[in-house]
């Protein structure tokens, strides 16, 4: 059962938010605060190109537990509060520079953007205004920063902040140069590949916040 939403006094207060809905990650995209019964557009990240679906605040769970759990008043600050590799944001790194024809760099202290709780350093006011923009989600890393290869294992590892791979225009991380040749010596589409390995990991990893 898709179970999402806390109880708010504000609705607005929830565009933005990150929220996990059956494990799958997601950005509200927009509330309908003219609904009686509060509705709110959830984007999943991990599908391009994907306008957002609508989910129904007052949904039946299928049971009490799942139920309780969704309406807990402390839902959406458990899951906005997922795993994020702070250690990677502390360097410095401009999330957008990863996607530019230069290697990636560090950004400018006087340029920065904060989303979700987190300072992130730009190269200038033109690519803060592209990143906020972006959505910010766009550029920073898939798997919270954390190291594509050691997640498909099932462990949460620090990065190499030079170390990276663009796959279908989304940003990985690595913390080896061993960690990454590894990973595109298996990459594949297969339940057995490590990008599916990874996948399944970080998805147990944000059900686990939704607890």
């Given at each position: 059962c898709r179970a999402l939403l806390a109880r708010m006094t504000d609705s607005s207060m929830m565009t933005g938010c990150r929220v996990c809905v059956d494990g799958r990650e997601g950005v509200i995209l927009a509330d309908n605060p003219s609904c009686m019964l509060?509705?709110?557009?959830?984007?999943?990240?991990?599908?391009?190109?994907?306008?957002?679906?609508?989910?129904?605040?007052?949904?039946?769970?299928s049971s009490e537990a799942s139920y309780k759990s969704a309406f807990n008043h402390n839902y959406i600050a458990k899951v906005c509060r997922q795993p994020r590799n702070d250690e990677w944001v502390a360097v410095g790194y401009c999330p957008v520079s990863y996607f530019g024809e230069k290697p990636a760099h560090k950004g400018n202290p006087e340029s920065t953007a904060t989303y979700e709780g987190a300072t992130y350093f730009l190269t200038n006011s033109d690519v803060v205004e592209m990143f906020m923009k972006g959505p910010p989600t766009k550029f920073l890393p898939k798997f919270g920063g954390f190291c594509l290869t050691a997640l498909s294992m099932g462990q949460l590892a620090p990065v190499s902040p030079d170390i990276y791979k663009i796959i279908d225009g989304r940003l990985y991380l690595f913390h080896t140069q061993d960690a990454k040749?590894?990973?595109?010596?298996?990459?594949?589409?297969?339940?057995?590949?490590?990008?599916?390995?990874?996948?399944?990991?970080?998805?147990?990893?944000?059900?686990?916040?939704?607890?």
């Open positions: 509060a509705t709110y557009k959830v984007k999943f990240l991990d599908v391009e190109d994907h306008a957002g679906e609508w989910f129904l605040k007052s949904k039946v769970y040749d590894a990973f595109e010596k298996d990459e594949g589409e297969g339940d057995a590949s490590m990008m599916a390995k990874a996948k399944a990991a970080w998805k147990e990893k944000l059900a686990s916040t939704e607890a």
